[in-house]
T-cell receptor, first 116, second 111 residues
């Protein structure tokens, strides 16, 4: 399967614990995005990487959230001191930048986080 | 006010029916527009882009009205397999290609 992969698919954690999610984009894609989706809502943009550079962060990304893409390939999203409001599906997407055309974002299956 | 607004539905229609979804967006400088489809507990997938001239892909027709900041999706001859949530999506001007999603309109097609 050469699509976007995310691990783990499900994570249950207790409030106050730290969690880390991983995203492996489609191999030649240089752009990577993180979104968060809660029940009954559409995905909300969190952050964006072009290669290893984090170029945009949403104000939704509080200081408890940090994302990295150390070698411009896979990315990690860490949430520190989780809160019940962090319970959501965390989606990763990737795209290949091509001058002058829309780049379709391909989404991974998501990591569903439940904070108890 | 949300940047992208959609009627959440659900729309319950019989097979073969024609159904239309509407969406409005608040940022007049928005650059690109799309419809994504999301099946239950799955990731969103691009259904089609939306152009001012209107565009059609088989049974699906999308339309954009920039003056009214309004986007529509028409599905003809509905199939059971069309049951899903349809997300209206806007790409703002600039913004590094981030997408702004509506909350989605749920469609249920029944026999």
């Amino acid at each position: 399967d050469t699509g976007v992969s995310q691990n783990p698919r499900h994570k249950i954690t207790k409030r106050g614990q730290n969690v880390t999610f991983r995203c492996d984009p489609i191999s030649e894609h240089n752009r990577l995005y993180w979104y968060r989706q809660t029940l009954g809502q559409g995905p909300e943009f969190l952050t964006y990487f072009q290669n290893e550079a984090q170029l945009e962060k949403s104000r939704l990304l509080s200081d408890r959230f940090s994302a990295e893409r150390p070698k411009g390939s896979f990315s990690t999203l860490e949430i520190q001191r989780t809160e019940q409001g962090d319970s959501a599906m965390y989606l990763c997407a990737s795209s290949l930048s091509l001058a002058g055309s829309y780049e379709e974002q391909y989404f991974g299956p998501g990591t569903r986080l439940t904070v108890t | 006010r949300k940047e992208v607004e959609q009627d959440p539905g659900p729309f319950n229609v019989p097979e073969g029916a024609t159904v239309a979804f509407n969406c409005t967006y608040s940022n007049s400088a928005s650059q690109s527009f799309f419809w994504y489809r999301q099946d239950c507990r799955k990731e969103p997938k691009l259904l089609m882009s939306v152009y001012s001239s209107g565009n059609e892909d088989g049974r699906f027709t999308a339309q954009l009205n920039r003056a009214s900041q309004y986007i529509s999706l028409l599905i003809r001859d509905s199939k059971l397999s069309d049951s899903a949530t349809y997300l209206c999506v806007v790409k703002p001007e600039g913004g590094y290609n981030k997408l702004i999603f509506g909350a989605g309109t749920r469609l249920a097609v029944h026999p």
